[in-house]
């Protein structure tokens, strides 16, 4: 049995075509198919349930509060009951012609079958060049990176046996638009792949939904496979805040310094007012670009916040003593000062994070 899977958000225009010639096309195969909308403005639930009415074959998932193409087909598959999935989208930009053979590919033996527009027969039609550059740059970068053998491994357009996709399910990263890359990613390496060639067309009503977001979360899907095992995207994100953080923090102080000093002196005391300032503000700096940078997808809003805050400066509290700590240590050795201030301000940076990390963004 087939389970097709068609994601929607806003497709309430192309469900009313497209699901008659479906069935069609579907008609000597045993299927099911389920649309999973994000709550879609346009109610295009709505519109799916109507159709569903009348078509026995057709379940709708209405999801609320969740957004994402990744998402959705994997909760569209794990709803599933057919031993082959599939995923196409709701749009017309697949030709539906191809999944009868992308089903037969998948019960002679294949463990996933693409729609592919880059293997010879196929084409991307009529792409405009800035999306078709797109396209083959992030492809480029996806076989570079991932070890994948495909040739259009970012299509939205396959078929796979259900028991690898099982298999898979627990180690999916449900972020943006590339679930074949991550399912082909996380597949036993000897499964057997083949591509089916097809002409993307264009959209028969609305407009893509591939936004700027989902290109950065590409790109940091790549990392997150490659450098990211060993360097977590939120380590190099929380560095490159502390980089600034240590720009803020000089900046404070030299401006500080200059409105507390009496003539040419500055007195002991307003050393210690202008490095505290400066502390302070850095540490404000950090905690905000941090709440909506680095660890965005928790983000802390109204009273989570100040009391996130609260709990920042205490951790950073101790991150300062260890700076301060560590470069006096080291400056007392003889070091060169500069070398042991930086090594000095390291030590607070991984302190600060782990902190951060474990206590004010643990959720
Ligand atoms: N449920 C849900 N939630 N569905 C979504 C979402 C979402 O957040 N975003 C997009 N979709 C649905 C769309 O309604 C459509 O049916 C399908 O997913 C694909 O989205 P499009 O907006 O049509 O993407 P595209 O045509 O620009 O991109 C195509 O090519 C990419 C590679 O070049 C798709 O086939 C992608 O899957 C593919 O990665
Ligand atoms: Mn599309």
Redesign the pocket.
Known sequence: MLSLI??????SE?LPELLPKLEETLKGIPHEIII???D?PDE?WRIAQELGQKLDDVHVIR?VG????S???IEGFLSAKGDVLA?????G??DMDILPKLYSAIQEGSGIAIGS?YVPGGS?GEWDER?HL??RV??KMALAVCNVKAS?P????FALRNDLFQNAARHLNPKG????LDLLVCVPKDTTVQEVPFT?ST?LH?????SRR?QIEFVEYLYDVTVGRYIPLTFLKYCIVGAFGVLVHLGTYVAASSVLQSGEELSLFGFRIAVLAAIEVAIIFNFYVNNVWTFAVSRLRGMAMLIGFGKYNFACAFGAVANYAVSSYLFSLGWVDLAAVIIGAFTGVVWNYTMSRFVAWKN
């Open positions: 068609l994601p929607t958000y806003n497709e192309n999973v909308d994000d879609s295009t999801r969740r957004r994402g193409l998402s959705a087909v995923v196409m989208d709701a749009d930009q697949h527009r991307v999306r797109m396209s992030a492809t259009d970012m299509s939205g357009f638009f590339k679930i074949l993307f959209r609305g407009e893509s939904k591939l989902v």
